[in-house]
């Protein structure tokens, strides 16, 4: 009698070992390839409450980030400025902005579903342009200035613009079709189009012609679409690339990025 019961041992400990080794797969496959850094936060902490570690945080944790921001975005000073810290704190002290940051941290208490976003469509993009490096993403608070800010290998995302359509300071200062696109729904199109911008940007671009310039945006404009599996860029430039790639199949994205010869694309006037 005592031999089956050995087998039945046997096999219940194997089957635990193969739930849990099941268990822990499973795990790793739901790991994301990127989150949105909450840089945001510490500066809604300092901003706010004048919380002294947050800046340190602010300064040893995210030293470029928070340069960019006081010296290029912000553009209140240098930040070997020794009273930098003093005139950060009291430029956000503006009634606007202190609505501005306590919006964000309403709005975005919870950003799970961006990071889902930013880690499925990074994936997707390597994939077709495997030499492409993945990019740290961060939140920040940037006092209605750019949206996406790329550089040194990070996006930064201003969630200040991105509030909603119908966020009453919007109505004030923006028309409705700039309205529309200060949404959460943009951010991760825009983080793509940006950051695609800034890896293949078309030689001399300045002198080029509109048309010309108009079309790049185009090509990366119909890659974001496929990549997010939305049509969520819809113009004439668009269209035609997207005429161009569909009689071209086989046109990879790192080629198409790097077509200079627009005639290629026929766009068709409204």
């Not at 078309?202 to 010309?212: A, G, I, K």
């Not at 890659?223 to 071209?248: G, H, L, P, T």
Request: aromatic share 12%.
């Amino acid at each position: 009698m005592k031999q089956p019961y050995y087998i039945l041992l046997l096999v219940l400990f194997t089957c635990v070992g193969c739930q849990f080794k099941l268990s822990s797969d499973s795990e790793n496959d739901n790991s994301l390839l990127l989150e949105l850094e909450r840089y945001d936060r510490l500066e809604y902490r300092y901003l706010t409450t004048g919380d002294f570690s947050a800046l340190q945080q602010m300064n040893t944790e995210y030293p470029i980030e928070t340069r960019t921001l006081i010296e290029d975005v912000v553009k209140i000073g240098d930040t070997t400025d020794p009273d930098i810290n003093s005139k950060f704190l009291k430029f956000y002290q503006d009634t606007t902005l202190q609505t501005l940051i306590a919006a964000v941290e309403s709005e975005y208490a919870n950003t799970e579903d961006i990071d889902q976003q930013l880690s499925t469509a990074f994936s997707r993009l390597k994939q077709s342009l495997p030499r492409i490096e993945v990019p740290k993403v961060y939140a920040q608070i940037s006092a209605l200035d750019q949206s996406i800010i790329v550089g040194n290998g990070a996006i930064g995302v201003s969630l200040d613009k991105y509030l909603g359509a119908n966020y009453p300071l919007y109505i004030k200062y923006y028309s409705p079709s700039q309205r529309k696109q200060m949404t959460r729904e943009y951010i991760l199109p825009d983080c793509l189009t940006f950051y695609l911008m800034s890896i293949y940007p078309l030689d001399h671009f300045d002198s080029r012609p509109q048309l010309e310039r108009d079309l790049q945006i185009g090509k990366i404009q119909w890659i974001v679409n496929q990549v997010i599996s939305k049509r969520i860029y819809r113009n004439k430039y668009e269209d035609a690339v997207d005429v161009y790639m569909k009689r071209n199949p086989n046109i990879s994205y790192e080629t198409l990025l790097r077509m200079t010869d627009f005639a290629a694309f026929k766009v068709v006037e409204n």
